[in-house]
């Protein structure tokens, strides 16, 4: 017979100021299972983790109940006091009495001291049906996929793979170095992106640690934390990267141009290209929508030009597959689309330009040399207007955050626009100036004296042309009135926003995402690269907006949690998974495709104890199980038990008060 | 053609049988760990009131959750049951609110097919992050099942009259 141990918790005022404690204990030890009950101030401080070990020593108990907080909150504390006296951890039951209870009826002593008492009966009833489990030890593939190769996915494969742990780093476009590369300079400092951004590039290249795939995406996973199975299409290059040496010769000769989205189509490319001349692989790809060879057979110049016959115009999609431990998604983020401000002219006005546009406009490497130009008459702007929060923090707009990067990108924009034309002048619409982060403040403060940009504090009410000019008309909130600036370039601080494709990858790696799109962390405040699916982490704007420091510590936290999944040879696993009784076992196989992670395969048995005729049953692979108990209510002969949620412990929980 | 049906069907359902003065209900909650179970969890912290009629019970996804759960919980202890999991498409475990979801379904019509009332047992999706949202559906759900009074047909006392 069951020997059930009660031990209910006041949680200091917490539950004892509107359950009554002493009440529930007279209450539980009148179960005839029960053989002690007990009250305590704090049940998780150490001497009530005493209380629980010594009775379970002197009363020969069999389970145990703890009525306290949440299970999510103390389980593992409380199964570690069962442990430390010799019992099997998984025969503790935790009532919820707290947050259940005493914590949400206040109003009502008697109602709260009630419900109390029955959550104790249930968890009592529960816990006689409780089995001894054992811990799963698990192998783990010490391998891990970086999903994007931007500064957050380059930072974090570098520190991975400088810990001897192989890293797969799938990139989408033909280059690694994503949104940083084709930054000019950045703030606070002014470095120039390229010169801090391109040595990493190359040193992912040429790790002996790093696989780096790109061109290619993540079709599918599958598995569990620290076996998974990954799938990765290589899109055709059409290029044979081994034989390939990057001399150029194709793209030179290519007669088709391409608008080029590296300079945000500012300039053109051709259909055989490398996206920028730093890229990594240094190595072009075919664009498959443009090429006219591949969409209509005639050209094949390329062909001709190339000394060591690498185009390959047959080249297919590859299909490759990878085991892998754990997983880091930085897929970075979009420049938001500023089309719904049609009061700013977009797209009728050729001189509203967005900051990425400035950006490569004012890049050593871009399209137009360094020089801002007005895309058109192709004239050096004298007078420049910045319109800060576009996009960001406007309801209106659909994105009511801010995006963190535009205060500081823009100050940075009249820094850049005061070397570049030295007789120029910028005037900046802002709403606030939020520069908080290390330098920050002295960065803005700096450049707003060393260039004599005007700010005003205001919004852009709408744009129109006057001649040449743009005349922007706003307020200026702090003298009262409206202002009209002319303008001969207007540039937007668009928003970042989350990658288009997020909802799609998050529903095959089965992480969540919020309603921007943006990747949810496990917990905001305490696990802010973590998912809520163990094994897969988040890096970068992937998860919010943020700038590259930020986007740098978080990568390199991403890869100390990788390295500490790693640290061990196995992995310890839950024990709460199901299993199958091969004699109740129809081999119906419904629970085959109600397990959502393949855990279920079957097998053949003899019919009977010595048969030579078999049947075939299902059978669990408890590795893989996650312990859904999606096959448990499927199963029609309830061959299958989820350890830790049985069916008997179910119903006694029912039945019980 | 189901409506014939219906009529012809003689409820569980007693009107007649008035509630005892003070009755409360009891509904037992089945709630998965990793949405509805940690949103409850968050109404508690914070301090959100409701009423004290629910019993809950935590499963690791609601396709744990098989019908014999309802229909056990309707014929012993239970006025009503509410079942709660994940948001369909957040599933913790990938899909398994969509099974329970038809499985719901299916399992609702039966047992208005036998002549519980619909509300006896009802479903929500509530997420980790809704707390004040899981007191809303702890209200209704109670309502519901005060408006309709005691459920004891099969109970035991109910044969023993």
Redo the contacts between chains.
């Keep these: 017979m069951a020997r059930v141990g009660v031990f209910v918790c006041f949680c200091g005022a917490n539950i004892a100021d509107y359950v009554d404690v002493p009440q529930v204990v007279e209450e539980v030890k009148r179960i005839k299972e029960v053989k002690f009950a007990t009250e305590y101030k704090y049940m998780c401080s150490d001497p009530g983790q005493g209380m629980i070990r010594d009775a379970i020593i002197q009363y020969k108990l069999t389970s145990i109940v703890v009525a306290a907080c949440?299970?999510?909150?103390h389980e593992k504390t409380f199964r570690k006091a069962l442990s430390d006296a010799g019992m099997n951890p998984y025969l503790l039951e935790v009532a919820?009495i707290?947050?259940?209870?005493s914590?949400?009826?206040?109003?009502?002593k008697k109602?709260?001291t009630?419900?109390a008492m029955?959550?104790c009966r249930?968890a009592v009833a529960k816990s006689i049906a409780n089995e001894q489990l054992h811990e799963i030890s698990v192998p783990v593939t010490k391998r891990a996929l970086v999903i994007g190769g931007g500064i957050a996915g380059i930072q974090a494969a570098l520190d991975i793979a400088d810990a001897r742990i192989p890293v797969v780093l799938v990139e989408r476009s033909p280059s690694i170095g994503g949104k940083m590369a084709q930054l000019d300079e950045t703030f606070p400092t002014l470095d120039c992106a390229q010169c801090i951004l391109t040595p990493k590039m190359v040193d992912v290249a040429s790790h002996p640690y790093i696989e780096l795939i790109p061109y290619s995406e993540v079709i599918e996973l599958q598995g569990f934390v620290g076996n998974y199975k990954v799938k990765i299409k290589k899109k055709a290059s059409y290029v044979n990267f081994k034989t390939c040496t990057g001399c150029g010769a194709c793209w030179q000769k290519c007669p088709v141009k391409v608008a080029n989205e590296y300079n945000m189509g500012i300039d053109k490319r051709k259909a055989i290209y490398t996206p920028f001349p730093q890229a990594v692989p240094n190595k072009p790809v075919i664009d498959a929508e443009h090429c006219t060879m591949l969409l209509k057979g005639k050209c094949g110049i390329c062909a001709k030009v190339c000394d060591k016959g690498s185009i390959d115009y047959t080249m297919q999609d590859e299909i490759i597959e990878r085991e892998i431990g754990a997983v880091v998604v930085a897929t970075g983020y979009d420049m938001w689309d500023p089309t719904p401000y049609e009061e700013y002219g977009v797209g009728r006005f050729k001189d509203i330009i967005t900051s990425l546009e400035f950006e490569r406009m004012v890049s050593a490497n871009g399209p137009t040399n360094g020089v801002p130009v007005r895309p058109s008459d192709g004239k050096v702007p004298k007078n420049v207007v910045f319109i800060k929060c576009v996009g960001s923090r406007d309801e209106a707009k659909g994105i009511e955050y801010c995006s963190k990067i535009c205060c500081m990108y823009t100050t940075k924009h009249t820094i850049l626009l005061h070397h570049k034309v030295h007789d120029s002048h910028a005037y900046v619409f802002y709403m606030d100036i939020r520069a908080a982060g290390k330098g920050y403040e002295e960065f803005v403060k700096k450049a707003q004296v060393d260039t004599g940009t005007t700010y005003l504090r205001g919004r852009v009410s709408k744009i129109y042309k006057k001649g040449d000019k743009l005349m922007v008309r706003g307020e200026d909130a702090q003298i009262g009135q409206v202002v009209e600036v002319e303008a001969d370039l207007v540039v937007l601080a668009t928003a970042v926003s989350a990658p288009k494709d997020n909802p799609n990858l998050a529903?095959l790696l089965?992480i969540?995402y919020d309603k921007y799109g943006y990747l949810s962390e496990a917990h905001p405040k305490l696990r802010p690269v973590e998912t809520?699916?163990a094994g897969i982490f988040l890096a970068g704007c992937t998860q919010a907006p943020k700038d590259i420091p930020e986007t740098v510590s978080q990568a390199s936290a991403c890869a100390a949690k990788v390295c500490g999944l790693f640290a061990g040879d196995t992995m310890k696993k839950d024990p709460?998974v199901s299993s199958i009784n091969n004699e109740y076992c129809s081999g119906c196989q419904n629970c085959l495709n109600?397990c959502?992670?393949g855990a279920i395969v079957t097998e053949d048995v003899a019919i009977g104890h010595g048969s030579k005729d078999l049947r075939t049953v299902a059978k669990i692979n408890e590795g893989v199980c996650?312990?859904?108990?999606?096959c448990?209510?499927?199963c029609r002969s309830t061959a299958i038990t989820?350890a830790g949620?049985t069916?008997s412990q179910?119903?006694n929980?029912?039945?019980?008060? | 053609m189901e409506a014939e049906v219906k009529d012809q069907l003689v409820s569980i359902e007693k009107p007649e049988l008035i509630a005892p003065p003070n009755w409360e209900p009891v509904i037992m909650g089945i709630l998965c760990n990793w949405c509805s179970y940690a949103g409850s969890d968050l109404t508690g912290t914070s301090r959100i009131q409701y009423p004290p009629n629910i019993r809950i019970i935590r499963v690791p996804c609601s396709s744990r959750v098989d019908p014999w759960f309802l229909i056990k919980s309707l014929q012993t202890t239970a006025d009503g049951v509410l079942v709660s999991g994940c948001h369909p498409g957040d599933c913790h475990y990938i899909s398994g609110n969509y099974f329970a979801r038809r499985r719901f379904l299916v399992t609702k019509k039966l047992l208005n097919f036998v002549g519980f009332h619909e509300n006896r047992i009802q479903f929500s999706w509530v997420s980790a992050a809704e707390g004040p949202k899981f007191a809303k559906v702890v209200n209704k759900v109670t309502e519901d099942i005060k408006k309709l009074g005691p459920l004891h047909l099969y109970k035991k006392e109910n044969f023993e009259k």
């Excluded at chain 1, 949440?70 to 909150?73: F, G, K, L, N």
């Design positions: 949440s299970p999510r909150m919820n707290r947050e259940h209870s914590w949400v009826h206040q109003k009502d109602a709260a009630n419900k029955d959550l249930m529903r089965g969540s809520a699916k709460m109600a959502p992670y996650q312990g859904c108990g999606s448990v209510a499927i989820l949620f069916d179910i119903i929980e029912i039945v019980s008060i």
